[in-house]
């Protein structure tokens, strides 16, 4: 595992319910342009695969047979989803930062 998704996985570890994607960011720390862009092509990557698994999940609920099976797992990837969300919004407001403070010195 590269160093970006240990990043986002970690993230993901640690975000609650009511955790807010400036708090998110302050613990990923300061990052420069190249960890920014990584992390942000790998998370487009994993939430675009979480997003093909739930459609996917949808579709096999509609299985009259084994169609109930599939509820839980769904709904836990819909969580999981929702928290991604958060850390997009956090990766956003950490390349802010580094873009306010790279500005700051450059003035």
């Known amino acids: 595992m590269d160093h970006s998704n240990q990043t986002i996985a970690d993230a993901i570890r640690n975000i609650r319910h009511n955790t807010t994607p400036a708090e998110v960011a302050d613990a990923l720390g300061t990052m420069d342009r190249a960890a920014y862009l990584s992390l942000r092509t790998d998370w487009k990557a994993d939430y675009a695969r979480l ?9 096999n609920m509609k299985d009259k047979e084994t169609g109930g099976s599939w509820q839980w797992p769904r709904e836990s990837m819909r969580r999981e989803a929702r928290v991604m969300l958060v850390l997009r919004a956090a990766i956003k407001e950490a390349g802010r930062r580094h873009w306010a403070a790279k500005t700051a010195l450059a003035a």
């Open 51 to 59: 997003s093909k698994d739930i459609r996917q999940a949808k579709a």
